[in-house]
């Protein structure tokens, strides 16, 4: 069964073409990682699962929502199709409890005591309990990204999005964030997608490599070849120069 | 010296007070009409809703670059051509609260604006409606970010209740000009007086405002 299906999908902002002709599937299950340099295109197609992006052409289906259909219902797709972002995006507004609390409250109606169970249990695991009551302000960057995560889990997703999830943490944070990644992608047998530029963690976690260039799927491979060895010029650049960093 | 004594009569003291209220009275149900209305006209016009939005800005755009004054003519004696007539104080209100929505309206959207879309974004990839994101996430760091521009506006308000009088409202001002219409000599202590009694009612609501902006953040 497959999670995530392009077929032929193109996405222009205003006469910027910033995917090229993507096709690609995804089945339940996988683990697949998103490499590319600037400006391939990554996020695009990562917010293009979700809705943030709309496509201009071809068809898009994931979870068996049809992307591509305007009458399509945003809402109750992402309700099954977790992001979690680059900044983190937790709400400034609310407590770190608060912030894992609110979607499960407003969207899926789950009753106050078994939410707030839940919000907790998440915040254990993610080991960030005793700032249950904290504004996101008030934590480190690495700690928001757990939260962040966290609040993504709480809506139970069948798919996340991890659009770099790691790049604007200090290098001492990034570990424990990638450990919870590890944690997740491993225990549930959810699908997920992620954008890093972390090949330590790509090669642990990946079932399956993409690599992006210029708005197109240059390479699309399993992680053991891929890592052994690219089969295109540009994939080897990429990788060496990342390598070598 | 004599001229001050006289000037602040019981009797004008009073008739200056009755002024205030009313000055008291068109502020508040402005300041309350064009915080909802603003509110609610500022969010249209954030919300990209397809023509909607472009009419209310385009409408939101000529008001705020027409002097109050011109509006307050419009409402007091434009509207009669179109079969309503309304008294004086309704007039002034209706005009207060046109304008003062429109610039109401733009102090919404920029607040709105001023929350970065990841608040927006991160709420929306959790299932969230628009109108759910907005209300829970965005607009209650919009409105904190607010508080001071939206109080500035409400002070400039009651300060232009005072064009007003220009159709004889029996607000403060007007109520002033009548008794120093009857003795020159009791147009400065007016002017004096007027100044304080704006002053003390502005400030109150600077530090109203204030306190609210502190209980918020
Ligand atoms: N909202 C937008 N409007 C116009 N162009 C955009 C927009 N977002 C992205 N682009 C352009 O689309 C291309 C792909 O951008 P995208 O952010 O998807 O790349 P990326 O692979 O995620 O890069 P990075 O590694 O820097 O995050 C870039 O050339 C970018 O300038
Ligand atoms: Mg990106």
């Known amino acids: 069964m497959s999670m995530i299906e392009f077929h032929n999908v193109q996405k222009f902002y205003g006469h910027f073409h910033a995917l090229h002709d993507i096709n690609l599937e995804i089945d339940q299950g996988e683990t697949v990682v998103l490499i590319g340099p600037s400006g391939s295109g990554k996020s695009t197609l990562v917010r293009t699962v979700n809705g943030l992006e709309s496509i201009q052409k071809g068809k898009l289906i994931v979870n068996g929502h049809d992307l591509s259909d305007p009458k399509t219902n945003l809402n109750i797709l992402r309700s099954d199709v977790g992001m979690v972002f680059q900044h983190f995006n937790l709400y400034k507004n609310k407590d770190v409890l608060e912030n894992i609390m609110l979607a499960p409250r407003i969207v899926s109606h789950i009753p106050e005591e078994e939410n707030k169970k839940q919000a907790l249990d998440l915040l254990d695991m993610v080991g960030l309990r005793k700032w249950a009551h904290n504004m996101p302000s008030q934590i480190s960057g690495g700690q928001k990204q757990r939260v962040a995560i966290a609040r993504t889990l709480a809506m139970k997703p069948k798919l996340i999005l991890y659009d770099e999830p790691t790049s604007a943490l200090d290098p001492e944070m990034i570990d424990d964030v990638l450990q919870v990644i590890k944690k997740v992608t491993n225990e549930s047998g959810m699908t997920s997608l992620i954008v890093t530029h972390e090949m330590g963690f790509a090669k642990e976690v990946a079932n399956r490599v993409i690599f992006m260039d210029q708005g197109r799927i240059v390479e699309d491979d399993d992680s053991e070849s891929f890592f052994k060895q690219p089969k295109t010029e540009r994939a080897q650049q990429f990788l060496s120069k990342i390598i070598s960093h | ?217």
């Open chain 2, 1 to 217: 010296m004599q001229n001050w004594i006289n000037a602040f009569s019981w009797l004008n003291v009073r008739f200056l007070l009755m002024g205030l209220w009313v000055t008291i009275y068109i502020s508040v149900i402005s300041v309350i009409l064009s915080f909802i209305f603003g509110s609610i006209l500022g969010i249209i016009r954030y919300s990209k809703i397809k023509y909607v939005s472009q009419v209310v800005g385009f409408v939101i755009d000529i008001i705020r670059n027409i002097p109050l004054l011109l509006i307050i003519f419009f409402t007091y004696f434009g509207l009669p051509n179109f079969g309503l007539r309304p008294e004086t104080i309704p007039a002034a209100i209706i005009a207060m609260t046109v304008f003062e929505s429109s610039m109401i309206a733009e102090i919404v959207r920029s607040g709105i604006q001023s929350v970065s879309v990841g608040q927006m974004e991160g709420a929306r990839s959790t299932g969230m409606s628009f109108v759910q994101a907005l209300w829970h996430v965005v607009l209650p760091q919009a409105y904190k970010n607010m508080v001071p521009a939206i109080i500035s506006q409400f002070v400039s308000l009651i300060k232009d209740t005072s064009l007003a009088t220009i159709i004889v409202v029996p607000e403060m001002m007007q109520h002033a000009q009548v008794i120093y219409g009857q003795n020159a000599n009791y147009i400065l202590p007016m002017f004096a007086a007027l100044a304080v009694l704006y002053f003390v009612v502005c400030f109150t609501l600077s530090i109203i405002g204030n306190v609210i902006g502190k209980h918020l953040s």
